[in-house]
């Protein structure tokens, strides 16, 4: 049976006194120190706010309509009712916002961050990103990692001066890293997250030492695991990798989607309210933390699951960045990478005073050919697979509804 908490009766008094007397919460950041690279554009104004700009730049970006075709956890899956990453990461930001509403937080900066955080993930979620890293770093040495990639996605591919505390919350977000307690850790500006940026690309530790510089962007990051723990195993569910969520054990958190979402919630925000850090019970990190630990063994493990990625899409991965570098080093105005991408970018960009294609075609060769992977949703690359090689020999076949 179901079993879902509340808050104490102290505590929902004390935020309903609090909210009586329109008590601000001191560790929200506040509109009026938003910090963008160029601070006399994109003002406030009444209509739209600060962290409001960022969420509509966003959404308005062209990265964002591919969300809508990229993997969450299952690919070769023609089926409407599990979870593509458009939805992923309109549950994070609902999530976050629950949590952040009721900290009294500035919920225009979590949704900015919640919204742009996986915009420059790969094709085939975690999988994809996994074969795109260990190409890029085979003949690099540096690092790709989506979080990274989605500032970069924001901040040079498609430049719309996104404020430093969003870029922060998307650099930052690491959802494969639960902590039981999370305390902001003061970012002095653009410099110093340009330097984080890059060591995330040099160093394989950088990456997991991100840490949000505001309370709103650690809402984001813990939203995000508790947004996919229990839609995965339902998604899982759904296409027959599990039969039922009783494949779960039992914990404080509970094991459907809907009990993980409220007692997450529920334990956070007693834990967290009024203090300058995040915070649950032992009880609930551990469980939660053993939940994940569950879904990697029981889903992302899978067989099933890994054998369409390690049969098919790496091999196709490998073929494609081969044959994009080579198109980039021969500089073929008429090649698909630059009628493709490069016009693509060039578009995007085309009124924006920020923005040099000539820089950006200076760049090192195989970046331009991540950013066109990354960029690709799962149908894109498999048609342009099959566009690259007619007569290749890998193939995605997707399992139907029958």
């Known amino acids: 049976m179901a079993d879902y908490h509340s808050l104490t ?32 554009h994109d003002k406030p104004k009444l209509w739209r706010p600060a962290f409001v700009r960022d969420v509509e730049k966003i959404l308005h ?16 899956y023609k089926n409407d009712d599990i979870s593509r990453r458009a939805l992923h990461v309109q549950l994070v930001s609902r999530v ?23 915009i420059g993930h790969t094709p085939f979620g975690h999988a994809g990103e996994r074969f795109l890293n260990e190409l890029y770093h085979e003949r690099t040495g540096r690092f790709f990692n989506h979080n990274v990639h989605s500032v970069r996605v924001l901040d040079k591919l498609v430049q719309r001066n996104i404020s430093l ?41 950088a990456n997991k030492k991100q840490i ?6 650690c809402v984001m990051r813990i939203s995000d695991i508790i947004a996919y723990l229990g839609k995965d195993r339902q998604d899982a ?35 967290s309210y009024g203090k300058p850090y995040l915070s649950m019970d032992r009880e ?7 939940a994940k630990s569950e879904n990697y063994k029981l889903i992302y493990g899978n067989p099933e699951i890994d054998a369409i990625y390690t049969e098919n899409v790496k091999p196709m991965f490998t073929e494609v960045y081969e044959e994009l570098l080579h198109q980039v080093k021969e500089g073929d105005k008429n090649s698909i990478f630059y009628r493709h991408h490069i016009r693509y970018i060039e578009g995007i960009n085309a009124f924006l005073p920020y923005f040099s294609m000539e820089e950006y075609l200076e760049e090192e060769p195989n970046q331009l050919v991540v950013d066109f992977i990354a960029s690709m949703t799962d149908d894109y690359f498999i048609d342009l697979y099959k566009e690259l090689f007619p007569k290749g020999k890998y193939r995605i076949e997707y399992k139907g509804y029958f």
């Open 165 to 205: 505390q969003v870029l922060d919350g998307v650099l930052c977000h690491n959802g494969e890293m639960e902590m039981q307690e999370y305390r902001p850790v003061k970012l002095s500006g653009f410099e110093e997250l340009d330097e984080r940026v890059e060591a995330c690309y040099t160093d394989a530790t």
């Open 96 to 118: 976050a916002r629950n949590i952040g509403q009721v900290l009294n937080l500035n919920t225009d900066l979590i949704e900015a961050a919640a919204l742009g955080h996986d």
């Open 284 to 290: 609930y990190y551990e469980a939660f933390s053993k």
């Open 212 to 217: 949000p510089s505001t309370l709103e962007g």
């Open 9 to 40: 009766k102290e505590l929902q008094e004390r935020i309903e006194e609090d909210r009586r007397n329109q008590v601000r919460n001191p560790y929200a950041f506040r509109d009026e120190d938003i910090l963008r690279r160029n601070m006399e």
């Open 61 to 76: 970006n062209p990265f964002y309509n591919r969300y809508s075709d990229k993997t969450q956890v299952f690919s070769a």
């Open 237 to 271: 569910v759904k296409v027959g990798i599990l039969s039922d969520d009783r494949s779960f054990s039992e914990s404080r958190i509970g094991t459907s989607n809907a009990e993980i979402i409220n007692n997450m919630i529920v334990n956070i925000i007693e834990n």
